[in-house]
């Protein structure tokens, strides 16, 4: 697999990612949204460097303009809930990309530090043939993102997968690159080293989703 971890080179991204895991700034939820969006901008303007091109002219008032513009068909699919303002960060470039959704959360069965991946809810296009963008927040221990691909196999056979990700922990990032083909490309804007004994990202953020919408029942 491709891994791009993006804090490896300083930029605009360093501000968003310490205002996200900030306790202080993160109380915040409007803020901690359009930071979480604004990650996505700059992880998809990244991703799209890869992409396939062709020359297509357009006539301008003056005259005509040549320009290189991606070709690839692309579906974009979150994991919902805290998945929703990343893949609008992702849509804000790829404007016409389709979109499919996706619920998985974590069940536990016996005790607090054991879990299965539950897939409830799935709305998909094919796609057979296409770019598949499959975003995710937090790559914490990787089987959401794994159990949700294995969820897609039925509607078809991408031509490519790219992961993206906000931040990821090393054991999370091990786990999908041994569950993906070699071809996988991971955008992700930062890798920590140490995941909690419940499988959370260490020192991270907390609960994207939480953070970003309010806490939930649970049940």
């Given at each position: 697999m491709?891994?791009?971890?993006?804090?490896?080179?300083?930029?605009?991204?360093?501000?968003f990612i310490s205002e996200i895991r900030d306790a202080h700034i993160q109380t915040d939820r409007m803020r901690f949204r359009r930071n979480i969006e604004r990650i996505g901008e700059v992880l998809c303007y990244e991703m799209s460097k890869?992409?396939?091109?062709?020359?297509?002219t357009v006539k301008t008032p003056l005259?005509?303009?040549?320009?290189?513009?991606?070709q690839e068909e692309?579906?974009?699919?979150?994991?919902?809930?805290?998945?929703?303002?990343?893949?609008?960060?992702?849509?804000?470039?790829?404007?016409?990309?389709?979109?499919?959704f996706i619920s998985a959360y974590r069940h536990h069965k016996h005790d607090p530090e054991t879990f299965?991946?539950?897939?409830?809810?799935?709305?998909?296009?094919?796609?057979?043939?296409?770019t598949l963008i499959l975003a995710d927040p937090m790559l914490?221990?990787?089987?959401?993102?794994?159990?949700?691909f294995e969820a897609l196999?039925?509607?078809?056979?991408p031509k490519k997968i790219h992961l993206v990700s906000i931040i990821g922990a090393q054991d999370g990032v091990d786990f999908v690159d041994d569950n993906f083909g070699k071809d996988t490309h991971l955008w992700i804007a930062a890798i920590d080293q140490t995941l909690s004994d419940k499988g959370?990202?260490?020192?991270?953020?907390?609960?994207a989703g939480d953070l970003a919408f309010g806490k939930k029942l649970q049940h």
């Open positions: 491709h891994i791009h971890n993006l804090s490896e080179e300083n930029s605009i991204l360093n501000s890869t992409l396939d091109y062709a020359t297509k005259g005509e303009s040549a320009t290189e513009l991606y692309i579906v974009l699919c979150s994991i919902l809930r805290a998945g929703v303002p990343l893949h609008n960060g992702l849509l804000n470039y790829f404007d016409d990309a389709e979109n499919a299965e991946i539950i897939v409830e809810y799935l709305a998909c296009p094919s796609l057979e043939g296409k914490a221990t990787g089987q959401s993102m794994v159990a949700t196999k039925p509607f078809g056979t959370y990202i260490v020192p991270g953020l907390g609960d």
